[in-house]
């Protein structure tokens, strides 16, 4: 694939990714920029640190940068995003976070060495992006006692299954004493009034199997998925979690599911703590999601079916 000698692809990378973060005996940015190299491609990779991200990219010019590869977790992926929609260009997705949401919807390889093979020769697709208040988002956002009680950005580094124990442990002891949020939800379809301590609004909904890393069938259906928690004890939790573990959540009769274009979120309280792709933001009400449909350019393997 041959670049404007006026362009190349910039990689962003997030050095406090928790992929980055455990990196200790090399440099993730030399790496990155090496096996680029070895695959035949010319890089800049401009590493930042998680503050640094916003202000890094603001300053991307669209004659310069033939494509935007961000390296780090879904927040970096959905900061870059946005931009990547605003100047009309290509983004790829290095997986050095977490959990890696986004990558792994993309089907990207969780292998370093794999992606950037796949990257330095891939095929472009249009896919949907999720906006919540004028901020982007890839694959989810979360709403009640995780972002509000739960959710801390100090156990950055940790392995994701360590992240899922202790998150789900403490949502035991949490939510039997979280009280539920009356919400109010405006779908395409329906209105819904729910007493709540748990709502996920996914970019694109999930397969009706849903596990610890749920999967997406499909980038471009142009709906989101809308999952709101009506489980009030710790028992019918602890229920959950086994059917969230063993791919059978959706079929929970305490789980209210929909599929929508556009959900509005209508609360007594004037903000809320809305986690968006792993990164808190207080949000003022109604909270205003929406789908915008084949808006973003992403790079995929070419096996990818």
Same mark, same amino acid.
């Given at each position: ?5 006026? @362009? ?27 096996? =680029? ?5 010319? +890089?800049?990779?401009? &590493?930042?640190?998680?503050?640094? !991200? ?11 940068? $033939? ?18 929609? @605003? ?36 095929? !472009?697709? #249009?896919? /949907? ?7 982007? =988002? ?12 739960? *959710? ?22 949490? %939510? ?12 395409? /379809?329906?209105?819904?009034? &729910?007493?709540?301590? =748990? ?6 909904? *999930?397969?009706?199997?849903?596990? +610890? ?10 709906? %989101?998925?809308?999952? !709101?928690?009506?489980?009030? &004890?710790? @028992? ?7 059917? =969230? ?45 929406? $789908? @915008?449909?084949? #808006?973003? /350019? +992403? ?7």
């Amino acid at each position: 694939m041959v670049e404007s000698s006026l @362009k190349r692809p910039v990689v962003l990378l997030n050095r406090q990714a928790g992929t980055a973060v455990r990196c200790e005996t090399e440099d993730p940015g030399e790496k990155i920029r090496t096996l =680029f190299e070895s695959s035949g491609q010319d +890089v800049e990779v401009v &590493s930042v640190a998680s503050s640094e !991200i916003d202000r890094t990219l603001s300053g991307l010019d669209r004659s310069q940068v $033939s494509r935007l590869i961000a390296a780090g977790g879904d927040g970096t992926v959905s900061a870059c995003a946005k931009v990547a929609v @605003k100047l009309g260009i290509p983004l790829g997705v290095l997986p050095l976070g977490t959990f890696n949401h986004a990558a792994r919807d993309l089907e990207m390889p969780l292998d370093l060495e794999a992606a950037v093979k796949d990257l330095a020769d891939p095929r !472009i697709q #249009s896919i /949907d992006v999720g906006s919540v208040n004028g901020h982007i =988002f890839l694959s989810v956002c979360v709403l009640g006692f995780y972002p509000e009680k739960i *959710y801390t950005d100090k156990d950055r580094g940790q392995a994701w299954w360590q992240k899922v124990s202790r998150y789900f442990f403490t949502g035991l002891k949490i %939510l039997p004493l979280y009280r539920p949020k009356t919400l109010r939800f405006e779908t395409d /379809d329906r209105s819904i009034v &729910s007493q709540t301590g =748990f709502v996920a609004i996914s970019n694109n909904p *999930y397969l009706d199997q849903v596990g +610890v890393m749920p999967a997406k069938g499909a980038f471009d259906t142009g709906d %989101l998925g809308l999952y !709101i928690s009506t489980h009030r &004890s710790r @028992k019918d939790l602890m229920e959950a979690g086994k059917a =969230f573990l063993f791919g059978s959540l959706l079929e929970d009769p305490d789980l209210i599911t929909e599929k929508s274009r556009r959900v509005l979120v209508y609360s007594r309280k004037k903000f809320l703590k809305t986690l968006v792709d792993g990164e808190l933001f207080n949000l003022r009400t109604p909270l205003e999601f929406e $789908s @915008k449909h084949c #808006s973003l /350019d +992403v790079l995929l393997p070419r096996h990818m079916s």
